[in-house]
């Protein structure tokens, strides 16, 4: 290993030295793994094409299959570095033929820009050819691409702060909420909070998602046993921090509670109790009818167990995260008085201030060689409302429409709002519709408010407005937040409406909005977008090939003889570019096997192109049957898988 290891070492060395200065190169060992490690500062050419104005890692191995050990050495070398590293960017040279993708995945989880170099026989390119590939790697990547929660410094924009002091009033024996807008964030800032508590503070937390199937399947009892045993069982391992294990079977509730109490007073540390995902637990929840009731009975002896420990002096804290903070709002429900009213405070995670926003699309697009003149960055964060998922998406389909070949590149206003308008059109505002619905439906009485905005001169009262305001619907001023708020509202609006405004029973009664719904918005946008590419693409390749074969067929000709004779009457009359729009995507599948010779050195292999192809015909977006996590995860690998190929013409 160390010779193979030493020989690819050297190789980088000599193959980098026409475009760095190589400073520094050692051997490292790190979780079982060994690695070259080298230090280099690019030429004036290189510092400005990557912005790099630093030394950059180059990090090597000789593994057939890359791990993601690779990019958190990566990650721990430049945080350790003191400043004299990159800390966005980094050079992966390995032997792994499916190495590139993963390793720009797992340096996206972790805020880094990871520039892969693959190497099958040991030998790297040179000069002019090495600096193609460094570009082309660099600026294929998109660094906006990130799903799920994010916590890592390099990720974590314009709530650091806010988490601290929220992690801060937790450990002091505080109550606090974050509620919010689907996708704005609370998700992040509460699994940062959880890691503030474990590494700053001597607490005991106990993290409750409410989301779970077995957790709302609960009742008032069932949640408040299961509570006390995952406390038992964490005061026995002496560990600081579980998730709440659901127990199906459960005493009376007056019992639970009883327990709950005694359960918290085993503790000489903060007990801290971290509920995210509320709305599964309250009366907006059809699915789980018993929460109506039980919500009032669970609040109620949560309530009096914190203040029998406040008597004890002991600590307990709690933390709660959902959409609607309407149920902790209201005096009674169904005539019974409301445990939760002034318990659990009325705190929003609203959008983020306008300066952090343009700071994320600034220091984000640094990593894909896209940098933006100030008036860009503020009708980015305008458009988006300045909320930061959204601002991602947007930045992501702005990132797709720029040519690798002139980055880096700086982007001025005028074209960035067209891109933005299109972008808005095409799947913005269907993802801020679908953040909309969901909140209308945990709080309906926000639906008429919210559209009465799209009504000049209209006025609301300053508490609605506030209300509005919090969860960025509506700006200081009481108007649309942004354009794509705006498209959204309109969206809502030309719906036919499902129930009358006083039915409020029945719009509770639906379930929760479904976790799929903007992801499966962005699947139809990136479908469409990838099925305009390959339309055109079998156009142009059947047109090159009607001209430079002897004899053959026009290439209008070849596309209809692929088809039924059926569908082959209907599109006669028509043009060769009408025919391919008019196609459906099996016809278009059919036409390239057909004439596979000419597609095969972009597809490679005919099977598995016609896996993929046949999976993205399954649209999940498109019809009503019950997905599973493994489908829209399929559906992404297979668009992906023809977006690369494509892409490489």
Known sequence: MSYELNSLKAEAISAFTGLFTINSDTIRQFENGEYFVIYARGSKRVQSILGAEREILVLGNVYADQQARSVRFARRLINESDGRLETTLCVIVHQDPRGNTKLKRWGRENGLAVIPVHTSTGVLPRNQELERLLSYEFFTQDPFDVTGPVANDAQFFGRRSEAQELARKLQSGHIRACFGIRKIGKTSILHRVLAELKDNYDA????????????????????????????????????????????????????????????????DRTVVLAFDEIDYVTPSNGSAEQWR???VEFWRNVRAAYHAAARDERRVSLLVS????????????????????????????????????????????????????????????????????WIR????????????????????EPVVSGMLEAYGRDEGAALAKVALQHLFRVYPELRAPSLTLLVEGSELPSGVKRTLHRYGVADTAGKVSGSMMRMALTMVAEEVPLVDAGSIKRVEARPLVNEWAEELAGISYRRNTMERALRSLVINFLRMSALTTKDSVSAKSSLLSAISQKRRGELDPFNLETIAEKLFWLELVAVINKYWQLFERIFGDKTVFNENASIINDRPDAHAKHLEPSDVAMHRRAL?????????V
């Open 393 to 412: 998406k947007a930045c992501s389909s702005i990132h797709g429409k720029i040519e690798t070949a002139i980055r880096p590149v700086t982007l001025q």
């Open 204 to 267: 005991v937390t106990l993290f409750i998602d409410c989301q779970r199937d077995d957790v709302f399947g609960l009742d008032a009892a069932g949640l408040l046993h299961s509570i006390t045993l995952s406390l038992f069982a964490l005061k026995a391992s002496g560990r600081a921090y579980a998730e709440v294990d659901a127990s199906p079977s459960a005493p009376s509730l007056a019992e639970a509670a009883r327990q709950f109490q005694a359960a918290l007073s085993q503790f």
């Open 293 to 295: 009731a039980g919500f």
């Open 640 to 648: 992906q898988w023809l977006d690369e190929r494509i892409s490489k």
């Open 322 to 389: 959902g959409v609607s903070s309407r149920w902790f709002a209201v005096e009674s429900i169904d005539g019974i008085e409301n445990a939760a009213l002034a318990f659990i405070p009325e705190e929003y995670l609203s959008p983020l201030p306008r300066g952090a926003a343009n700071a994320m699309i600034k220091n984000i697009g640094a990593m894909a060689g896209l940098r933006f003149e100030e008036p860009a960055l503020e009708a980015i964060s305008s458009f988006c409302s300045d909320m930061p998922f």
